[in-house]
Nanobody, 118 residues
Framework: VQLQASGGGLVQAGGSLRLSCAASGVVFVGYIMGWFRQAPGKEREFVAQ????????VYADSVKGRFTISRDNAKNTMYLQMNGLKLEDTAVYYC????????????WGQGTLVTVSS
């Protein structure tokens, strides 16, 4: 399994970015894909996740109403549309896969840096 995250960059507070996570080699019957982030000096935290085949989504309270997670089954790609970005959203964003069979995030992409400036 390989995950390739992209789309990070520098944006002003209040702006928008869209992250992408392209997956390859995924052979699981059921799985969840998610976004996590890690700010400098902090632990990695959950941002959002989506059930690949059903489309059910879950968001962290800190991003509800501002971020939208989605996926394109044909392209095996997951997205995170981030609107209304705040300074505290600055972090390296990672995408991961959680097979239903294991119930944990076993596979991770390399991360993409999002920097929100004032």
């Amino acid at each position: 399994v390989q995950l390739q995250a992209s789309g990070g960059g520098l944006v002003q507070a209040g702006g928008s970015l869209r992250l992408s996570c392209a997956a390859s080699g995924v052979v699981f019957v059921g799985y969840i894909m998610g976004w996590f982030r890690q700010a400098p000096g902090k632990e990695r935290e959950f941002v959002a996740q989506i059930m690949w085949y059903g489309g059910e989504t879950v968001y962290a309270d800190s991003v509800k109403g501002r971020f939208t997670i989605s996926r394109d089954n044909a392209k095996n790609t997951m997205y995170l549309q981030m609107n209304g970005l705040k300074l505290e959203d600055t972090a390296v964003y990672y995408c991961g896969i959680k097979p239903v069979s294991t119930g944990r995030y076993d596979y991770w992409g390399q991360g993409t840096l999002v920097t929100v400036s004032s």
